[in-house]
């Protein structure tokens, strides 16, 4: 066993962030205008488990001095998490975590006024909890939206306005942003709402990250010219390692996995240079035994269930018409039509399924046809077919 971090932490030391700093030098400049009233926005891309989260908090540590910055993953609101995706939940859930930033730093946040403001409009407020002493509203279903996106989305900068002397300017990162995928009709209006308020505030950044290949729709219903933000949305792709930074990486942190030349190959393939991926095989290798390409595909295919784990999470809560689209596409991509064909339905009625999975990164659609996004949940399929001679719809 090795001492790498585990592939699901997301709270790296600095020790153990690795081989992003071109990335994180260029992300501070761009961010450092927010101090001279120049606030940019950045929308930060890569695929599941490339490490976006993690960058995002080294980001958050080494601007934390000037700025205040605010780290809001809208996986964790309380309405992604029961299934009941909205607006308001949404907003409840950017203004808890602003609040609670904020108090943290020592900053002035208009507790008064915001009481007042409770008080003059109609907000329907279902109850208050308290968050480290701290009363936080949790907003009922009445709550009038229109006038809590206004609330929300203008309270950053009042916070800065009050609080001058003590930061250049607010940056907020929101995280897990591809969720809003699930407000559905929705979604395309949440974003211009957002765009007509954040484009004029001159000393407050906003960085939306979500795991998004180059290939997902919402990256263009955001950032491309006819997106919500036009050309104003900068756009940074964080890609996997390359080859020989993975090899740097492991010959540093674990000079004891002994590679040959076609096993280290083997080893980079299997694992794509995605960070988490190469975390966790590593973790699970022997230490001091020569690993040639078999001796990794023997590894791999015994070790798939704790690599694959966090997909077989995902996988278990599919609908079966959606696991089902995943299996046909086992052998190879197909059109749509060649899916629909599969079932003995129309194409649209597949709308859902396909979006859904899109949504959730296990497919896509490249030159018209789909394909499973996921190589490791491919090949934990197929090695549950050929050990068991059925595929695992159901988990007992």
Request: proline letters at 3%.
């Amino acid at each position: 066993m090795t001492d790498l971090p585990w592939g699901n932490n997301q709270n790296l030391t600095d020790e153990e962030f690795y081989n992003r700093e071109s990335e994180l030098i260029n992300i501070k400049n761009i961010l450092h205008s927010t101090g001279q009233g120049h606030a940019p926005d950045l929308l930060l891309t890569g695929i599941r488990g490339v490490g976006k989260t993690v960058f995002l908090k080294k980001l958050k540590r080494e601007l934390d001095g000037e700025y205040l910055v605010v780290y809001i993953d809208f996986s964790k609101s309380k309405c992604y998490q029961k299934n009941q995706m909205s607006i308001i939940g949404l907003m409840g859930h950017f203004f808890k975590e602003l609040i609670l930033e904020s108090k943290n730093k020592g900053l002035n946040t208009l507790d008064k006024q915001i009481e007042k403001y409770f008080k003059s409009n109609d907000f329907k407020i279902r109850e208050f909890i308290r968050l480290d002493k701290i009363p936080i509203p949790i907003f009922s279903k009445e709550t009038n939206e229109e006038k809590l996106i206004d609330f929300a989305l203008n309270l950053p900068e009042k916070i800065y306005d009050e609080n001058q002397d003590k930061i250049k300017g607010v940056l907020i990162f929101i995280d897990e942003f591809q969720i809003i995928k699930e407000l559905n009709n929705y979604k395309e209006s949440f974003l211009w709402k957002i765009r007509s308020y954040i484009q004029n505030q001159r000393n407050i950044a906003y960085i939306f990250s979500g795991s998004m290949s180059l290939q997902d729709k919402l990256i263009s219903e955001i950032a491309s010219q006819n997106g919500a933000f036009g050309g104003r949305m900068i756009s940074i792709n964080i890609n996997p390692f390359e080859k020989e930074t993975v090899r740097n990486y492991l010959s540093k942190k674990t000079p004891y996995i002994q590679f040959t030349d076609d096993g280290f190959d083997r080893f980079y393939k299997f694992t794509s240079g995605v960070p988490s991926y190469v975390n966790i095989f590593a973790s699970l290798l022997p230490i001091n035994e020569q690993l040639d390409d078999d001796a990794i595909k023997m590894y791999f295919d015994k070790k798939i269930q704790a690599i694959s784990s966090h997909l077989i999470n995902i996988w278990a809560r599919l609908s079966f018409r959606e696991q089902t689209i995943i299996i046909t596409l086992l052998e190879k991509p197909l059109r749509r039509i060649d899916i629909a064909n599969e079932f003995g339905i129309s194409t649209g009625s597949l709308s859902n399924y396909l979006n859904n999975l899109q949504n959730q990164g296990l497919i896509s659609l490249n030159n018209g046809l789909y394909e499973i996004a996921e190589p490791i949940l491919k090949r934990w399929l197929e090695l549950e077919f050929k050990e068991k001679g059925i595929y695992p719809y159901r988990n007992i």
